[in-house]
């Protein structure tokens, strides 16, 4: 039912979330154990998140007649100077990926294939929201500043947001 190449996208997209999932899961980790218990709860909620993506699109190939291909993932970094550094590069990450949503979406459109463009309508909405919350955190860490106690504050406000995120995901549809 889809064509040689959306499935192929599609595949690229499946390592793309998984690659997602382990950066996640590395900055998680690496923030468990400098005790940053606020970041590390934030990052492993995503790294999660970022898992369930993965596995819906794989579940929608596999539905849609395409066979979809488990991918082997990049080994993430290991290391990061600080939290500051983990919420940029988390940030620009999750605009890369919007992108490449945003190229499976056109390619849905030129080929008029009505199933994936509005299965993608989700991802679409999905980025956007993970966009701006990455943008909040970029812009709460602008405020809280560089002071003796900003690591202290900037972790308050990711465990803060990771409660709303645990919140907002247990009242919507989740990924299949
Ligand atoms: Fe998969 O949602 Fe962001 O990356």
Same mark, same amino acid.
């Given at each position: 039912?889809?064509?040689?190449?959306?499935?192929? =996208?599609?595949?690229?997209?499946?390592?793309?979330?998984?690659?997602? #999932?382990?950066?996640?899961?590395?900055?998680?980790?690496?923030?468990?154990? %400098?005790?940053?218990?606020?970041? =590390?709860? &934030?990052?492993?909620?995503? #790294?999660?998140?970022?898992? #369930? %993506?993965?596995?819906?699109?794989?579940? &929608?190939?596999?539905?849609?007649?395409?066979?979809?291909?488990?991918?082997?993932?990049?080994?993430?970094?290991?290391?990061?100077?600080?939290?500051?550094?983990?919420?940029?590069?988390?940030?620009? %990450?999750?605009?890369?990926?919007?992108?490449?949503?945003? #190229?499976?979406?056109?390619?849905?459109?030129?080929?008029?294939? %009505?199933?994936?463009?509005? &299965?993608?309508?989700? &991802?679409?909405?999905?980025?956007?929201?993970?966009?701006?919350?990455?943008?909040?955190?970029?812009?709460?860490?602008?405020?809280?500043?560089?002071?003796?106690?900003?690591?202290?504050?900037?972790?308050?406000?990711?465990? =803060?947001?990771?409660?709303?995120?645990?919140?907002?995901?247990?009242?919507?549809?989740?990924?299949?």
């Amino acid at each position: 039912m889809i064509s040689d190449k959306i499935e192929k =996208a599609l595949n690229k997209q499946i390592a793309v979330e998984a690659n997602a #999932a382990f950066t996640y899961l590395s900055m998680a980790s690496w923030a468990d154990n %400098h005790g940053i218990e606020g970041a =590390a709860a &934030f990052f492993y909620t995503h #790294a999660a998140e970022e898992h #369930a %993506h993965m596995m819906k699109i794989v579940h &929608f190939v596999n539905e849609v007649g395409g066979k979809a291909v488990i991918p082997s993932v990049p080994q993430p970094a290991e290391t990061y100077e600080n939290i500051t550094e983990i919420c940029k590069k988390a940030y620009k %990450h999750e605009q890369q990926v919007s992108k490449s949503i945003h #190229a499976i979406v056109e390619l849905a459109q030129q080929e008029n294939d %009505h199933v994936v463009d509005e &299965f993608l309508r989700w &991802f679409v909405a999905e980025q956007k929201e993970e966009e701006v919350l990455f943008m909040r955190v970029m812009d709460k860490i602008k405020i809280i500043g560089e002071g003796g106690q900003s690591l202290y504050y900037i972790d308050k406000e990711l465990n =803060a947001m990771n409660a709303a995120a645990v919140a907002a995901a247990a009242a919507k549809p989740t990924a299949n």
